[in-house]
């Protein structure tokens, strides 16, 4: 008996020894540089950590880096010049300490940065806008619990093509989901009202149209046989989970 608690003791220290470092605060990048945008550049638009340091935003206007930064959709900004819709930029930034910065941490550490090197300055008020509504039917949804560390792939970066469009899904919140999907793809604010907590695993795969992606994308040609995003949408989630417009 005394060997077994001796034991267990070696095992619980040597667990202990194993622990993960505490995670800094992410108040701001250590270094950042922005730059405009090279003419030629053709790799889309998107947001990433590259890697646990690694921030990387490429062909960005200011607006939908706001709306990334504070999880908006870009129809619900107005004001500013003209150029923070026409004017793109990259971004390269290196995150603090060891641990790999969530989702939360990033856009906190970006709306800091905006506001140091574009002076960010902005007021929030009350308007009626029409929404899209991510919900969950009666019958409960069906969607794949994640099977993926949280700190493997980035959950959610789209994937176009002439034929149309993917997000494949990883270790990824229907919050996370609502909330790319308002910043990037769709025309309106999009909510997140299914209630789940959970994480999943998904491919979404889309025959996108002209109010998608602020009209960078070209459209799904005729040869496409990939549905709707909503018909996908529910196709994905089997078909328990749907997205619908209201008005709020």
Same mark, same amino acid.
């Given at each position: 008996m005394v060997k077994n608690i001796v034991a267990c003791v070696a095992a619980v220290v040597s667990l202990l020894a194993q622990a993960p470092a505490n995670r800094p605060t992410f108040d701001s990048f250590e270094v950042a540089t922005i730059k405009p945008t090279a003419p030629d550049w053709r790799g889309g638009r998107f947001i990433t950590m590259q890697s646990a340091h690694s921030f990387?935003?490429? /062909?960005?206007?200011? +607006?939908?880096?706001? $709306?990334?930064?504070?999880?908006? /959709?870009?129809?619900?900004?107005?004001?500013?010049?003209?150029?923070? #819709? /026409?004017?793109?930029?990259?971004?390269?930034?290196?995150?603090?300490?060891?641990?790999?910065?969530?989702? #939360?941490?990033?856009? /906190?550490?970006?709306?800091?940065?905006? $506001?140091?090197?574009? +002076?960010?300055?902005?007021?929030?008020?009350?308007?009626?806008?029409?929404?899209?509504?991510?919900?969950?039917? +009666?019958?409960g949804p069906k969607l794949k619990e994640a099977t993926v560390s949280p700190d493997g792939p980035p959950p959610l970066i789209f994937r176009l093509s002439p034929q149309g469009a993917s997000l494949p899904g990883r270790d990824a919140t229907t919050g996370e989901l609502a909330s790319v999907m308002q910043r990037s793809a769709l025309d309106r604010p999009v909510l997140d009202r299914t209630g789940l907590s959970g994480r999943y695993d998904f491919d979404l795969e889309w025959t996108r149209d002209e109010t998608q992606f602020g009209g960078l994308a070209p459209q799904g040609t005729a040869e496409s046989t990939k549905p709707d995003l909503f018909a996908a949408i529910q196709q994905t989630t089997r078909p328990e989970t749907g997205c619908h417009k209201r008005v709020g």
């Open positions: 990387v935003a490429r /062909s960005h206007a200011l +607006k939908t880096l706001i $709306a990334a930064a504070y999880n908006l /959709s870009p129809r619900a900004i107005l004001g500013g010049p003209a150029w923070i #819709d /026409s004017d793109h930029y990259d971004i390269l930034a290196k995150a603090p300490g060891e641990v790999r910065p969530n989702l #939360d941490e990033q856009m /906190s550490m970006l709306r800091q940065l905006l $506001a140091d090197r574009f +002076k960010l300055a902005f007021h929030r008020e009350p308007r009626e806008l029409s929404i899209y509504a991510l919900t969950v039917a +009666k019958n």
